[in-house]
């Protein structure tokens, strides 16, 4: 491992993640030239106006336009970078959601994701395709979809409760983002996914995984005191792979195994 790999963010793994990774190092070249320029500026002034060569304090100040050009030019690229970066980043990721057209090897895969003091679980619809009843009364600690027990289309529901949930590589996936306590944040760091998990809300996020491998999710909002263990994984996987292990996991009862 190089210093770098210490400095930087891990690399990405998802199709959106490249806009933000440029927007990110954009902000930094602004930091790095605002942090030289104004470091410079700063010892500049103390040499310049230091006390055995300015006996008298100056009452007028500053004469020359420099200064007032400098904060328009720091302007101007602040405005750039939210308007011309930022904002259609945010309208991307928010505007431009992926689309069912009816073709279950492509369309999005939807995943309810539930933060619970201190893990991740996450729900889907199962072979069937229909999500099973959710009631709050059914809500537990070892059922945190709410899924009721009697509901035929809760039977073949998958969930993953407090452990990895799979993905396919190059597919759209959806995941909608609630928490059964706390605010926590559910966050995917090689995906450039990161979304608070609001009680009482469902918060969708997109992202498509260009990449296979064993990722993690961690949660990046304090909420509690076993915060720094809330960690959970997701494998990305082939479109084969993927589909063995759902289909599995749904026969087997899916969200009723998990009643217990
Ligand atoms: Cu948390």
Do not use: C, R, S
């Given at each position: 491992m190089s210093l770098w790999n210490y400095l930087l963010p891990p690399s990405n793994a998802s199709a959106q993640g490249r806009a933000i990774d440029d927007l990110l190092v954009y902000i930094h070249l602004l930091m790095l030239v605002l942090f030289v320029g104004w470091l410079a500026y700063f010892l500049y002034t103390v040499f310049r106006f230091r006390q055995s060569s300015n006996p008298k304090a100056d009452h007028v100040g500053a004469r020359g336009h420099v200064s007032t050009y400098a904060?328009?030019?720091?302007?101007?690229?602040?405005?750039?970078?939210?308007?011309?970066?930022?904002?259609?980043?945010?309208?991307?990721?928010?505007?431009?959601?992926?689309?069912?057209?009816?073709?279950?090897?492509?369309?999005?895969?939807?995943?309810?994701?539930?933060?619970?003091?201190?893990?991740?679980?996450?729900?889907?619809?199962?072979?069937?395709?229909k999500w099973g009843k959710q009631d709050i009364k059914d809500a537990s600690a070892n059922n945190p979809f709410g899924l009721v027990p009697s509901d035929a289309d809760a039977k073949d529901d998958v969930t993953c409760l407090r452990e990895p949930f799979l993905i396919p590589v190059n597919r759209d996936i959806i995941c909608r983002i609630s928490s059964m306590d706390v605010i926590h944040s559910f966050k995917l760091p090689r995906m450039r996914v990161t979304q608070d998990a609001i009680p009482g809300l469902t918060i969708p996020v997109h992202f498509t995984p260009v990449e296979k491998g064993d990722y993690m999710v961690i949660c990046a909002q304090l909420c509690g005191n076993l915060h720094s263990t809330m960690k959970g994984e997701y494998k990305v996987v082939s479109q084969e792979e993927f589909e063995t292990w759902y289909s599995a996991k749904s026969k087997a009862g899916g969200a009723g195994a998990s009643f217990e």
């Open positions: 904060e328009i030019g720091v302007a101007v690229v602040e405005v750039v970078l939210l308007l011309g970066f930022a904002v259609p980043l945010w309208a991307k990721a928010v505007d431009e959601f992926p689309i069912k057209k009816g073709d279950p090897k492509t369309d999005p895969i939807e995943i309810q994701i539930m933060g619970q003091q201190f893990a991740w679980n996450a729900h889907y619809a199962g072979l069937d395709g």
